[in-house]
């Protein structure tokens, strides 16, 4: 799934060495606080639990409001859209409580 989304950004296949993409690779302690949600269904969980680790390294700020991987039901990439759900609203409060400590 990450590597079509890639491809659709760049053009191409070769996203990795597209010289578009050059700063995207790059994290540093610079980062801006970054608020990341994905969940237990999410396909982009395994990517978002590495990129939180990586921040956390640098010592940025991140919110990652993950649920346990045995959370019923299971929470696919939208979930956060549906705030009338019970993950959905928490996911919601946290994003803005998040947002309201920026300013």
Do not use: C
Request: zero cysteines; a negative charge; charged letters at 15%.
């Amino acid at each position: 799934m990450l590597n079509t989304g890639l491809w659709s950004y760049s053009g191409g296949k070769d996203f990795m060495t597209n010289p578009r993409f050059a700063t995207a690779w790059h994290v540093a302690a610079q980062f801006p606080p970054t608020y990341i949600s994905a969940d237990n269904a999410d396909q982009l969980l395994p990517q978002s639990i590495a990129f939180a680790a990586t921040l956390a390294g640098l010592a940025v700020r991140v919110e990652r409001p993950f649920f346990p991987n045995d959370y019923k039901p299971e929470q696919p990439h939208e979930y956060r859209f549906n705030s009338h759900t019970d993950a959905g609203g928490v996911t919601l409060e946290r994003s803005i409580e998040f947002l309201l400590q920026l300013r």
